[in-house]
């Protein structure tokens, strides 16, 4: 076995850990049951094999619980859970099997430059990249978090959020980067799009990204602003995490320099007003 096929049998073997994890065998007569690993069948045809496996071995509750990790992951919301989860134990094993498969063939592609949610955060953390290189990579981002799972999104995480922050920052400072702040903010918008997201950017580690999103309301970029005006909107309806305050706090922070106290919401207003050709004009 090349050295190269070890490292996928090692990444295969800590994918299904990381979902299974370590399953002790009752006694010896289930070893000869696990289907084996030839090393001339190609990984994906394995691990289909290994995931059947698995997953016919798994207890009545392991079923109903990894069923739950799955409709998580999948970000089905709570009220429209009950019909799945009143599914019979087969059909939740089929179901189980299915998500896996599709999850297990996504990680291992190897099509694209970018795989894993470490490949976009390298990626932009490398300031020598060209406006037109990040903007391409901003745009592939945007469609992974928005296609993938949410246990991709988590992967990508508090490390990739500050990486668009910093970029975010940057478009706000420089001239020329109007499509890539335009981007940076549909990205933030696919990680908010569940509660985990959304709750995430509301903690007080990554506050940052309500102030960057107040200061992106600017007439002059009519489609950015709506973009902005729509996360800033989700904020307020999350009333435990004091998002009305946060973002009432950002926007008059953000103001402050252009505007009087009593005028924050002036942005906005004279957004309204735009013209149509100006707003077609923008991107």
């Known amino acids: 076995m090349s050295r190269n096929d070890k490292t ?12 299974f994890g370590s399953q002790k065998k009752k006694n ?3 070893v000869s049951n696990i289907p084996p690993k030839p090393n001339t069948v190609d990984n994906n045809e394995v691990d289909v094999q290994e995931l059947e496996y698995r997953i016919k071995n798994l207890g009545d509750n392991e079923i109903h619980s990894k069923f739950l990790e799955i409709l998580e992951d999948m970000n089905i919301p709570k009220d429209k859970r009950e019909p799945l989860l009143a599914k019979a ?10 998500h896996l498969k599709g999850k297990s063939s996504n990680e291992h592609r190897s099509s694209s430059r970018f795989e894993k949610p470490s490949d976009y955060i390298e990626y932009l953390r490398n300031k020598e990249h ?4 990040i903007y391409q990579c901003l745009e592939s981002l945007r469609v992974a978090l928005t296609s993938n799972p949410i246990s991709w999104i988590k ?4 490390d990739g959020i500050n990486e668009i922050v910093l970029l975010l920052r940057r478009c706000l400072k420089e001239r020329g980067f109007d499509r890539i702040e335009f981007e940076c903010i549909r990205c933030l918008k696919a990680v908010m799009n569940n ?3 959304l709750n995430l950017v509301l903690t007080p580690e990554l506050h ?3 102030l960057l999103l107040a200061q992106s309301l600017n007439p002059r970029r009519p489609q950015t602003m709506c973009e902005a005006v729509k ?4 904020f307020c309806l999350v009333p435990e995490r004091n998002g009305y305050d946060k973002v009432l706090r950002a926007i008059t922070s953000a103001a402050s320099n252009n505007y009087k106290s009593s005028e924050r919401f002036k942005p906005i207003v004279d957004a309204l007003f735009m013209e149509e050709k100006v707003i077609q004009k923008e991107i």
Do not use: P, Y
Request: charged share 30%; glycine share 6%.
């Open 155 to 158: 992967e990508f995480g508090e």
């Open 8 to 19: 996928k049998t090692a990444s295969t073997d800590s994918w299904f850990e990381g979902w």
């Open 208 to 210: 940052t990204v309500i």
């Open 130 to 133: 060209s406006e037109n290189k």
């Open 89 to 98: 134990l087969e059909e939740k094993r089929k179901m189980i099997f299915m």
């Open 231 to 234: 996360l800033l909107a989700s």
């Open 195 to 197: 509660t985990w997201g």
């Open 28 to 30: 010896n007569s289930n």
